[in-house]
Each structure stands twice: as C-alpha cells, then as structure tokens.
C-alpha cells in the first residue's frame, strides 16, 4: 500500500509513499532496539553536541521545511517557518539546561539519590497539525535521556515524516536514533505489542489517545497522551481590553485554527459582552484568507477535506441548536479546503456540539455575571489542557487561575507551548508531561541508588 499527500491549497497530489513492509519493520525495530543499546552509553555530552547540531540545521533549512510544512498541512509560511525554528530552539534549549534536569538527585537525610536513566524504544504516533514540532518536542528530550524513538506519522505529512528522519541522520544522529515507520494506523497494534518497544506517546485525538492506551494499558507499558482541547478564554470587565481582543483572535486563527491549545469557549462579563463581542467580531472578519504562500495571509486552508465537512456539520448543529451565527459560517469555494473565519454566540451550554472540540475557524462566545459562574462554565467540559484568565486585577487572576481543571492556565497572555515549560493536560485531554523538566524525566527510570 501506499500513502498520498495532497496539497489542501490546491488539492494536488504532493507526493505518494510506499508503505513499509512487516520485514522492513521488524528491521527497523531491531535497529532502534539495538541503537538505544549504544546509545544511552554515550556521555551526554555527547548527547547535547548532537541537539545542537540539530538546531543549527533546523536553522539553517527553516524556509525549506517551512515550505514543506505548508505544502502538506496549509498554514501560513511565516507560522511554519516559526514552527521549524521553535524546534531550533527546544532542541537548544534541552543541549544547554537538559542535562540538569536529569542530573542526579541526592535524597536529604538518606544515603542515596535518584538517577534518570532511559527506559528504550518508545513509539510515538504524531498528528499533522503541527508536523515539526510535535514529532521534536518529543523526540528532542527523548533522545538526551537516551531513548530512542520509533514514529507513526499521520497519513497526511508523509513528506514532513521523510525530512525530519533525514534531517536527525544529517545531524550526525547513528541509524536507528530516529525511525520513521511508514504504517497505516490499523498496523500500530503490532508495533505497541513489540516487546522491543518501552513506552508509547500519542498526540492527537482522545479516540486515537485512547485506543492507543488501552492496548498499552494492557500490556503494562508506559502511556503519554497529548490530546484535544476546548480551552476556555475568560475576560474580566477590568480585563485590558484591546489585548484581550487581539490575543482572542490569535489564540483562535492562528495555525489555521487547528491547534490543540488555542482557544475555542470564549467567556465574557456580562458587562462588557457586547462592546468585546463587536470588536471580536469585527477583528475576526479582517482576518486574510488565502494562499498560504503569500505573505499577508493570516488563514490558509484546513488540512483535510474532511476536516472541513465536520467543522460544516457542528456549525450547522451549534445553529440549529439556537447558536447566532455573527460572522462566516460556511466553506469558501474552489479547490482547497478553505473555510470562512466563523463565530458563534449564544449557543446553548447543554447542546451536545458545544463539548465537541472544534478544529477549525470557529470562536464560540458566552457570557457570565459572576467569577463562580466563569469558573463552573470553564471547567463544564470534558476536556482539561489549557485555559487563559483575562483580568486586570492580579489577586482575582490567580484565584480563577487555582480553580480551573486545566494543564496549564494562562493569565493575561494567550496559551502556547515553550520548552522551558511542562506542557500536557487532564481530564480527556491526556496525561504526563512534555517539556521542561517534567517533560524531559517523563520517558526515563526514575531509578534509586541506595548506599548501605
Ligand atoms: P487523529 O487523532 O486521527 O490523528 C493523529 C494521529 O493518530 C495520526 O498519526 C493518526 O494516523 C493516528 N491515529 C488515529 N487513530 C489511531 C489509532 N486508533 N491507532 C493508532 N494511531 C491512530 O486526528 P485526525 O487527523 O483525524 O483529526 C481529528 C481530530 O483530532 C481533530 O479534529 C482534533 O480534534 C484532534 N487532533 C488533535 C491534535 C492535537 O494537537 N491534540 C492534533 C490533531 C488532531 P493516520 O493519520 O494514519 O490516520
């Protein structure tokens, strides 16, 4: 069999990708398994030279990959050349401070200390949305501690796939470091039962997260889940409004409005709710839609032409529900997967679309009277990653802040990723850590040295 990448701009065929055959798999895992062997031998100086050089040649191809990345998923080329270059910088970032973060640990009042030591192969299954990034911001720790890793990359980015095996080689990385397994997802079964492989890591959705997990859960592996989102975005009256409006728009428009962390539930004081509902609105129907390529666009096509049908079905659902529709609200003709930057208001909160995560162009605003009342509506959904709390009052910022069921909460500032800090989420938006030190001891054997 093999896989088709189309460009969602055009909907050409990009390129075509033979898949990789049992025999070849089972070659690959063996390399991985015994790469991790010599591997996790190396000093980790050694380990932090590599990362460095991979950042210098993610630095170096930045427009390249960026093109690539655009090509195959359709953001805007700025967005993608600052997604390569993002990984330049974790990559970095983990040569410089990672060896601190798994240094070893005395234990206060005890003859002994905890090491961080690498557990082995682990398989990773990457999503399209972020074709760079996601893979590195795992693959970057994972390979520090000494890990090796083994990738099931989403159908629709098998030419992003190719270049970053390719771009770790030319790093200096031995074969088997990285390996990109060319597999259809109903093959990950087998890969997941591999006695070779230690842990496995998903990012994506919660049906693929939790599918993944259960067979891992059975057979006793370590599982780290990276899953949807519906964040909320909360604005206080006393909020600073002209950035809460622009950042509003950012969060939500920004990596064609498929992002795991932008804000998807908008909550607004009553008091301000319409002043903020026609800047939004206004901001939101400025936004420029078009070949990803050109410089001005801000909103390139969605990745898939069935992306785009269940972004249309919820839009019609949230309407008949008795949503107003206040701007966009349906696909723009021609041959990409373009669709109209679209927001939605008084969507009532028990209609089953509204605890849907929309991957798509569509805001949806609701309002609040009081801080009891932001609070139960935030934490009112499945999903548990990312929240932002807009407030000018820095005490009632971070009394909201402790209450919301989220991995991260963001106050005055819209939620991102940084490789300084732990990223992950709760309730059905997964579990564990990437990033930071948590990330980077999150995929090792918290192993205890006692010294009688
Ligand atoms: P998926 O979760 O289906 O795809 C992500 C990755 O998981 C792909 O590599 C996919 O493979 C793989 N996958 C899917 N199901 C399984 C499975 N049962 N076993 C093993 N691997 C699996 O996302 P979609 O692309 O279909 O997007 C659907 C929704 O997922 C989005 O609307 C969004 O809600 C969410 N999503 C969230 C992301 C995030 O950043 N948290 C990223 C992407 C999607 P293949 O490509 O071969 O199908």
């Not at 090796?148 to 159908?155: D, G, I, L, P, S």
């Not at 609040?368 to 009342?373: L, M, T, V």
């Not at 997964?430 to 001891?441: T, V």
């Amino acid at each position: 069999m093999s896989f088709q990448s189309y460009n969602p701009t055009t909907g050409e065929l990009i390129g075509t990708y033979e898949e990789h055959s049992d025999s070849e798999v089972e070659r690959l895992l063996q390399q991985s398994h015994d790469t991790w062997k010599s591997w996790s031998k190396t000093p980790i100086e050694d380990r932090s030279a590599f990362l460095i050089r991979l950042a210098d040649l993610l630095e170096s191809r930045a427009e390249e990959y960026g093109a690539l990345i655009v090509s195959e998923m359709g953001k805007p080329l700025a967005e993608a050349v600052g997604e390569v270059k993002k990984s330049a910088f974790g990559a970095r970032h983990f040569a410089g401070d990672g060896p601190a973060y798994i240094a070893d640990e005395a234990i206060p009042g005890t003859p002994s200390k905890i090491v961080y030591q690498s557990i082995g192969p682990i398989f990773g299954v990457m999503p399209w949305n972020l074709p760079f990034w996601q893979v590195l911001r795992f693959f970057i720790p994972a390979a520090l501690v000494g890990n090796t890793v083994v990738v099931k990359h989403a159908e629709s980015v098998q030419g992003s796939a190719a270049a970053i095996e390719k771009l770790i080689l030319d790093a200096g990385a031995p074969a088997g470091l990285y390996t990109n397994l060319v597999i259809d997802r109903r093959r990950a079964p087998q890969i997941i039962r591999d006695p070779r492989i230690a842990a496995v890591t998903v990012t994506g959705s919660t049906q693929a997260g939790r599918s993944v997990a259960e067979q891992a859960g059975a057979l006793g592996k370590k599982v780290v889940l990276e899953l949807g989102g519906s964040d909320p975005f909360i604005v206080f009256a006393d909020a600073d409004f002209d950035k809460a409006v622009q950042m509003a728009v950012v969060s939500r428009y920004s990596n064609n409005a498929q992002s795991c962390i932008a804000a998807k539930r908008f909550f607004i004081e009553e008091s301000i709710a319409e002043r903020f509902t026609a800047a939004f609105v206004e901001a939101v129907k400025k936004i420029p839609v078009g070949d990803p390529m050109k410089s001005e666009t801000k909103l390139g096509p969605l990745a898939r032409r069935d992306i785009r049908d269940t972004v249309q079905r919820q839009v019609d659902e949230a309407i008949a529900a008795g949503a107003k529709l206040l701007a966009g609200g349906k696909p723009i003709g021609g041959p990409g997967n373009f669709y109209e930057a679209t927001v939605l208001s008084n969507l009532p909160h028990d209609a089953p679309v509204a605890r849907e995560e929309f991957f798509g162009p569509v805001a949806m605003l609701f309002t609040f009277k009081s801080e009891e009342e932001a609070i139960d509506l935030a934490n009112d959904t499945e999903y548990g990653l990312g929240a932002t709390v807009w407030s000018g009052n820095p005490e009632r910022a971070e009394r909201v802040a402790s209450r919301i069921e989220a991995g991260a909460v963001f106050i005055n500032d819209f939620v991102r990723s940084d490789p300084r800090a732990p990223f992950g989420g709760v309730k059905g938006s997964g579990f564990g850590r990437e990033l930071g030190g948590l990330g980077a001891r999150e995929l090792t054997n918290a192993k205890l040295v006692w010294k009688g």
